[in-house]
């Protein structure tokens, strides 16, 4: 048996009948090419909430207090006011494990400049917030330690604020209002983009101090953002921050927090694995038109057996054998494959970027889901070929000659 004589040959049937051939490729390519479009999405959008949760700090815990209970109506978690500066600056200072430790106070108002004017969320936080978040200060300086302790009227403004109240004018030493109280600008953020839909440059950085005092009048944070050393300390930490608010606060054994320890490495997992399980599903429902596909193999294949009865029959009389005649058809159905696969692969890439491009969605085309699409067609090909190859071998030599 000469192999190469046998692809030479299933080449050359292939190329006579092009217009079969190619209508043949035809679910191959859409499949192939679909399943790399769809495991590309998935990986994408699996990268960019890895890029996201990163964006919130490395080994990062949150505390947040908790929920307060009203004429029978229990709140959401953050609705009562159980966390005090004083949490803030215990767990700073007994904590061991914790390097960086931020508190957080938020809230929402108007900002003047001038003759314009804009809605953006304040936050009230102190210096560890910056490097906890890895957000630089772009122009300008960060306001300092001293201006937290006397709650100076300082600020720093996310890149979409300065867009929106001074264009293309330096807004750094300059004065706005918020709430009719003057604040001077020191510095400018660096662009950090959106997270969750929200765009994270709408925003201005004050002392914890200076928000809970001169705008909010409140005694309270909403929350407390701490580092741990390393992904290890994570529990450590976490346990010695829950032991410590509950003695500060007083609780009983057995009774119910008043606070919530979040992991953010939990949240990151859980939204990686969904993202996974997303994954998975796209590629499934993508490979059934491979199936498809192959089912298209297996039927051309067999009008092909059936038109061809009187060839196999004469190559049978001059001495070929089955198992020939059976490798001849299977690598016929195996060039179908093949072809359909290559050309499918640009496709499934040209889509990813036409995605990409047109619905801005994070799209990742890795060479794993290349080979697996790929080999997935080949085996398609195998497998739906093998049964039409199979009819042709059993044929009886003299049945197939009086064949009409």
């Not at 108007?110 to 210096?127: D, E, H, M």
């Not at 009187?310 to 001849?328: D, N, P, S, T, Y």
Request: glycine share 10%.
């Amino acid at each position: 048996m000469d192999l190469t004589n046998t692809v030479e040959m299933s080449a050359k049937v292939l190329i006579q009948n092009k217009m079969r051939s190619i209508l043949t490729m035809l679910g191959v390519i859409i499949g192939v090419g679909a399943v790399i479009a769809m495991l590309s999405v998935g990986a994408g959008a699996k990268k960019d909430i890895q890029d996201r949760m990163s964006s919130l700090g490395n080994n990062v815990l949150q505390v947040f207090p908790g929920s307060v209970t009203k004429h029978g109506v229990r709140g959401g978690i953050g609705t009562s006011p159980s966390l005090m500066e004083g949490d803030f600056q215990a767990i700073k200072k007994e904590v061991t494990s914790a390097i960086l430790v931020a508190p957080m106070v938020s809230t929402t108002s108007q900002v003047i400049y001038k003759t314009q004017n804009w809605s953006a969320r304040l936050q009230g936080t102190n210096l560890d917030f910056l490097e906890l978040r890895s957000w630089q200060v772009e122009s300008g300086a960060p306001f300092t330690e001293q201006e937290i302790q006397c709650a100076a009227k300082v600020c720093l403004l996310g890149k979409t604020v300065v867009e929106n109240l001074f264009g293309s004018e330096d807004p750094a030493g300059k004065t706005i209002r918020i709430n009719r109280i003057p604040f001077k600008v020191v510095g400018v953020l660096e662009t950090k983009g959106s997270e969750w839909g929200g765009d994270q440059d709408d925003t201005i950085l004050m002392p914890y101090t200076t928000a809970m005092k001169r705008l909010m009048g409140v005694t309270f944070i909403n929350s407390i953002q701490i580092s741990a050393v390393s992904q290890d300390a994570i529990p450590e930490v976490k346990k010695q921050v829950t032991d410590l608010l509950r003695q500060r606060h007083h609780i009983m054994p057995g009774k119910d927090d008043d606070f919530h320890v979040r992991n953010m490495a939990d949240i990151v997992a859980a939204a990686t694995a969904m993202a996974g399980t997303m994954t998975m599903l796209l590629g499934s429902v993508a490979s059934v038109s491979l199936l498809v596909g192959g089912i298209g193999i297996m039927n051309i294949m067999l009008v092909s057996v059936t038109e061809r009865t009187r060839e196999i029959g004469i190559r049978m009389a001059v001495g070929a054998k089955r198992f020939e005649v059976l490798l001849q058809f299977i690598i016929e159905a195996m060039m179908l494959s093949f072809m359909g696969g290559v050309i499918g692969i640009g496709t499934g890439i040209t889509i990813s970027f036409l995605i990409s491009a047109i619905a801005k969605w994070a799209v990742s085309i890795s060479a794993g889901s290349i080979i697996l699409a790929f080999g997935f067609a080949i085996g398609i090909g195998i497998f739906f070929g093998y049964y039409p190859a199979r009819k042709a071998a059993d044929m009886d030599p003299i049945e197939a000659l009086r064949y009409e």
